[in-house]
């Protein structure tokens, strides 16, 4: 019997990374800078890579895509990304690498659109894209809704349902802000998923109250666990507003961020900790990992998250008893 | 303490252009287990002061500026680096490291592998550069002296202390902050066109956490955009 999918996200520090095989497919959901993905790569014997799938085109979604473009050990067959009407610096490159990549695989194709209605089929597994619908796409970052609110490149996030053995299992969320996330309500009101990978590495939504959001999102979701994909003491994330509004919608949810936030501890453990999954992750470079890198699996129709997950919480009330995530809403 | 016991080198060639600084150095090294020979110049050519080392000793500590005592045209950066090149451990220990990290030092960076700030440069810190050296030139890199194939853009030129230098900004190691490096770094065949704006590949150790411990070897120019990618 063939084995189920599984998807690993990745502490990268602040920024997104996840992979899902399914069978021999390989899916990639953003490509944080730094060089934990392609460690990630290595360890687990890829060199090809089927698809990758890019949420927006900040430097912490989109920076690793370069490296592994320009990487001349990785073959990438396809990339999905919506498109970046600022066309920056970082699209100045990503095109450039492009064009690099393209010299030793030519087959390689980049897909402007990444909306809601697309999906991508494996043998047990099925992505769905959630958001931006095409319209919200068309009109592009700096362009106003149909509500009149104002569309951002994080407005734009893709949000993507990752389903294993037609169970849904995890939302990835991306960056996407109020707008987006009242854009997504709109065609989606029930996202539903056991596990969410939050926005914004737990940092603010664009202007409006990061505690509404928070509960807003989880009371769609209901999640069982909370992913805050961060970096220690980058942006000081995740916000103690956003955490609040998570408790108060799903208040027995397991919040696991992938680094020790500085909220939660002033200082990383003194000796190595021994409850992580043995895979790449950026913060064991300063044992700065909190959860760490995470597998997400599906077994006889449960949605399975390691490391044990009460292992971490064992790892937090000795190592952080205060932390955020322990605090009632 | 005996921090040598799993060390195999014995002899440590101490080269400073600064006879008092040369002495306290040689304590240090003394001091860590190992048997200190410091090197007299003056020493014309790099690779005579390399011929002198090997001769001499099994490991090197070095001075970064060199010329003021009368020492040496050439910098430690340069000697440790020829040194590191020939499978030979050696090690660059300096107070000028804010100073010369982003030009002299950066030149060299590739092939040395420790930049000890002197005030930090104890027995057991030169005993652990020593070490992480050694690993580096039997292959073993650690995560963040390995490089990776990156591209970045010039976001400035100028000189610095008289020499052309460019501002550089990698997105895969952060995109807010430039790195400086010297520009006769960039191969003299794309030189002329090392100009603001312009984009180049190279192997880049982007595990680095900081700006002065980036290296950058085996440039390119970056390709231009393909204008039917369906990016533009």
Known sequence: ?329 | MTVTQDFALRDVAIIDDDANQALVTSEIVSHAGFNPIVLEGPFKKVDKLVTAVRTRAQAAVCDHRLRYGGFADFTGAEATAKLVSVGFPAILVTQFAEQDYDVSIRRWRDKVPIVLPRAEADAQRITQALVQCQAEIQGKHAPDRQPHRVIFEIVDRSAEAGEDVLDVIIPEWDSDTAVRLPSRLIPSRFRRKAKIGALFIADVNIEAQQSSDLFFENFELAPPPDPNDGLG
């Open chain 1, 1 to 329: 019997m063939m084995a189920s999918a599984e998807a690993i996200v990745f502490d990268v520090g602040h920024g997104n990374c996840a992979i899902i095989r399914d069978d021999a497919l390989v899916t990639l959901i953003d490509a944080a800078r730094g060089n934990t993905v392609v460690r990630a790569l290595q360890r687990l014997g890829i060199t090809a890579i089927d698809r990758i799938l890019i949420s927006h085109a900040d430097n912490d979604h989109v920076g690793g895509l370069l490296t592994l473009l320009l990487d001349r050990r990785i073959h990438i067959r396809d990339i999905y990304v919506n498109s970046d009407a600022e066309k920056g610096r970082a699209w100045r490159m990503l095109r450039s690498a492009l064009a690099d990549a393209r010299r030793r695989d030519p087959q390689l194709q980049i897909h402007v659109g990444l909306t809601m209605d697309m999906s991508f089929q494996g043998a047990t597994s099925r992505i769905e894209v959630l958001a931006p619908s095409p319209e919200v796409a068309m009109g592009g970052v700096g362009s106003t809704d149909l509500h009149g609110r104002r569309i951002t490149a994080n407005s734009m996030s893709a949000v993507l349902l990752l389903s294993i053995d037609n169970v849904s299992a995890a939302l990835f969320c991306a960056d996407i802000d109020d707008a987006g996330l009242r854009n997504l309500f709109e065609e989606v009101p029930q996202p539903r998923a056991p596990v969410v990978v939050f926005p914004h590495h737990g940092g603010l939504p664009g202007r409006a109250d990061p505690e509404a959001f928070a509960r807003d999102l989880c009371n769609a979701v209901q999640p069982r666990i909370v992913i805050f994909s961060l970096g220690r003491g980058v942006h000081d994330n995740p916000h103690p507003a956003i955490i609040r509004g998570v408790r108060q919608a799903v208040p027995g949810a397991h919040i696991a961020c992938t680094q020790l936030s500085t909220h939660c501890s002033a200082s990383v453990p003194a000796v190595a900790v021994s409850h992580l999954l043995d895979a790449p992750a950026k913060g064991l470079l300063r044992n700065a990992c909190c959860a760490g890198t995470l597998s997400i699996r599906v077994e006889k129709g449960v949605v399975l998250v390691g490391p044990d997950l009460r292992s971490h919480a064992t790892f937090v009330t000795r190592n952080a008893p205060t932390a955020l995530c322990r605090a009632t809403a």
